[in-house]
T-cell receptor
Framework: EDKVVQSPLSLVVHEGDTVTLNCSYE??????LLWYKQEKKAPTFLFML????IEKKSGRLSSILDKKELSSILNITATQTGDSAIYLC???????????FGKGTHLIIQP | NAGVTQTPKFRVLKTGQSMTLLCAQD?????MYWYRQDPGMGLRLIHY???????AKGEVPDGYNVSRLKKQNFLLGLESAAPSQTSVYFC???????????FGAGTRLSVL
């Protein structure tokens, strides 16, 4: 059975702090690892990491894939209250396969 | 850009009632998916479709049926709702390359 585990499940930090969210996976067929941000409604896409693209960066957010350790981290620097959300990690096997999601990390940024 | 649109946004059902959730996408995507999200469980795949006229079971298909009569629409049906189906339902779509899925805003369903 495919499994994606995220840690921590919840995290409270102050504005300006740097946070690191973790994701590990055990899946039969790996093609990509995706990060999503979920505020009140739809998960919105952040990054996709694959064997050919193991690092991604966008503004204050960055992510790295470690294929040897079967894991990924999502870093957020200089956090802002708008970064408060649930961050979801998902793994895809390619093609039309659905994604296997972790339970998410609930991040709260205090002013 | 509408993207993925789900209707309705909220619904309350009594046990045994039936209903259909509608998902529509305007991105000409081949693949469409239905997930449910429960507290502490993450998102779990119910059914998916790789193209018009095709459907397949996901991780938690029992109690649900789906249809994809048109490429842009994917319907999720509950024939006889049960309290265990109380959840938030998300539809998603992906292009031919797969993997990056784009989600709708969700439908919050309560079964009493």
């Amino acid at each position: 059975e495919d499994k994606v585990v995220q840690s921590p499940l919840s995290l409270v930090v102050h504005e300006g702090d740097t946070v690191t969210l973790n994701c590990s996976y055990e899946v039969t067929n790996f093609r990509s690892l995706l990060w999503y941000k979920q505020e009140k409604k739809a998960p919105t896409f952040l990054f996709m990491l694959t064997s050919s693209g193991i690092e991604k960066k966008s503004g204050r957010l960055s992510s790295i894939l470690d294929k040897k350790e079967l894991s990924s981290i999502l870093n957020i620097t200089a956090t802002q209250t708008g970064d408060s959300a649930i961050y979801l990690c998902a793994v895809g096997g390619g093609g039309a396969d659905g994604l296997t999601f972790g339970k998410g990390t609930h991040l709260i940024i205090q002013p | 850009n509408a993207g993925v649109t789900q209707t309705p946004k909220f619904r309350v059902l009594k046990t045994g009632q039936s209903m259909t959730l509608l998902c529509a996408q305007d991105m000409n995507h081949e693949y469409m998916y239905w997930y449910r999200q429960d507290p502490g469980m993450g998102l779990r795949l119910i059914h998916y479709s790789v193209g018009e006229g095709t459907t397949a079971k996901g991780e938690v298909p029992d109690g649900y049926n789906v249809s994809r009569l048109k490429k842009q629409n994917f319907l999720l049906g509950l024939e006889s709702a049960a309290p265990s189906q109380t959840s938030v339902y998300f539809c998603a779509s992906a292009g031919g390359g797969g993997n990056i899925q784009y989600f709708g805003a969700g439908t919050r369903l309560s079964v009493l």
